[in-house]
């Protein structure tokens, strides 16, 4: 699995533990709906402007985001 499957992975499961529709997730972080879809498929290399409006957007921070161990090696 490559670290933007591993990325995608991680907001979808955050998204549906905040029990968020990607449409809503969309709202809340200010990034089109499609575009966070094909992220939580693998499919978008994100900048971290946009990985900071979906932390956000899903009520974290970079730190705890990625202190899990989905993303270490």
């Not at 933007?4 to 549906?16: A, N």
């Not at 899903?58 to 705890?64: A, H, I, M, N």
């Amino acid at each position: 699995m490559n670290i933007k499957e591993k990325f995608g992975l991680k907001v979808k499961k955050l998204r549906e533990e905040k029990d968020f529709s990607i449409e809503q997730l969309a709202n809340i972080s200010d990034v089109d709906r499609n575009y966070i879809s094909d992220i939580e498929k693998g499919k978008r290399n994100v900048s971290i402007e946009i990985i900071e409006k979906i932390i956000i957007g899903l009520g974290t921070d970079f730190g705890t985001f990625f202190n899990d161990k989905g993303f270490k090696k």
